[in-house]
T-cell receptor
């Protein structure tokens, strides 16, 4: 069966520090991968998606970047965090085509 | 741009009651619609997926309907239980994006 792992679960980082969040998927090949952010009191917003290794599409201009170094690995990064980067970050995957999404357990990021 | 609205924003019901959550979307050109459950501080758990060609899906006490032409979906929960307390999110898929509503926070009172 397919599983998605996301870590860490919580993270407190100072302003200006770097960020690396990792997401891995097991039990499937060539999935579509996604990073979403859920800010307090707001809905989920798509940040990045990837349809293959090295292929990244950004939906929202921001202080973050994403990379897909391996088929089932998706990384969210920042060189210098801002206070506004605080939020709940969720990784998701889907099979290509009109299929449903499966989400990871999320990372709560607090920038102080 | 696709906009997804969920009504009500919050709902409190006594245990055992049947209830309906509503979702509406502005662009009917969707691939599918998915209902999720989110517990506080947790990720999203998929409840039901309805393809654009389908009218409804059922899983246990849950039934979701889709009227794509009118841009509406409902999630029906039968015989509610305290364990059903959570935020329920609907999301519509268009290409490589899933557009979310802001959710309905459900509280089932024992």
């Amino acid at each position: 069966s397919q599983t998605i792992h996301q870590w860490p679960a919580t993270l407190v980082q100072p302003v200006g520090s770097p960020l690396s969040l990792e997401c891995t998927v097991e039990g499937t090949s060539n999935p579509n991968l996604y990073w979403y952010r859920q800010a307090a009191g707001r809905g989920l917003q798509l940040l990045f998606y990837s349809v293959g290794i090295g292929q990244i599409s950004s939906e929202v201009p921001q202080n973050l970047s994403a990379s897909r170094p391996q088929d089932r690995q998706f990384i969210l990064s920042s060189k210098k965090l801002l206070l506004s980067d605080s939020g709940f970050y969720l990784c998701a995957w889907s099979v290509k085509g009109a299929n449903g999404y499966t989400f990871g357990s999320g990372t709560r990021l607090t920038v102080v | 741009k696709q906009e997804v609205t969920q009504i009500p924003a919050a709902l409190s019901v006594p245990e055992g009651e049947n209830l309906v959550l509503n979702c509406s979307f502005t662009d009917s050109a969707i691939y599918n619609l998915q209902w999720f459950r989110q517990d506080p501080g947790k990720g999203l758990t998929s409840l039901l997926l309805i393809q654009s060609s389908q009218r409804e899906q059922t899983s246990g006490r849950l039934n979701a309907s889709l009227d794509k032409s009118s841009g509406r979906s409902t999630l029906y929960i039968a015989a509610s239980q305290p364990g059903d307390s959570a935020t329920y999110l609907c999301a519509v898929r268009r290409r490589n994006n899933l557009f979310f509503g802001t959710g309905t926070r459900l509280t089932v009172i024992p």
